[in-house]
Nanobody
């Protein structure tokens, strides 16, 4: 059974950094594209970053230059390094298989709160 478990969220001051991790089980991780989404209160869930099975990456304009997505296929883990965090980055961050919001599987989410 496929399972995605996120960790690494927390409370940080503006300008700080966090690294999110998402460990997958029950899938052949190396052949799956993976992505991070986020959802702030009262807003729609949005794509933050995605990484293809071959390593190609894509980022939302709002996080380009600040966030880095990476993967370790041996550990079945996808990471999201978040630097220069802003209060507007506050959201629940979700890991999922695939790039598009439709389809795939989602993790339970991890809360990121950035204070000014």
């Amino acid at each position: 059974q496929l399972q995605l478990v996120e960790s690494g969220g927390g409370l940080v001051q503006a300008g700080g950094s966090l690294r999110l991790s998402c460990v997958a089980s029950g899938i052949i991780f190396s052949i799956n594209d993976m992505s991070w989404y986020r959802q702030a209160p009262g807003k729609q869930r949005e794509l933050v970053a995605a990484i293809a099975s071959g390593g190609y990456t894509n980022y939302a304009d709002l996080v380009k230059g600040r966030f880095t997505i990476s993967r370790d296929n041996a550990k079945k883990t996808v990471y999201l390094q978040m630097n220069s965090l802003k209060p507007e980055d506050t959201a629940v961050y979700y890991c999922k298989t695939g790039w598009a919001a439709g389809g795939g599987s989602w993790g339970q989410g991890t809360q990121v709160t950035v204070t000014s």
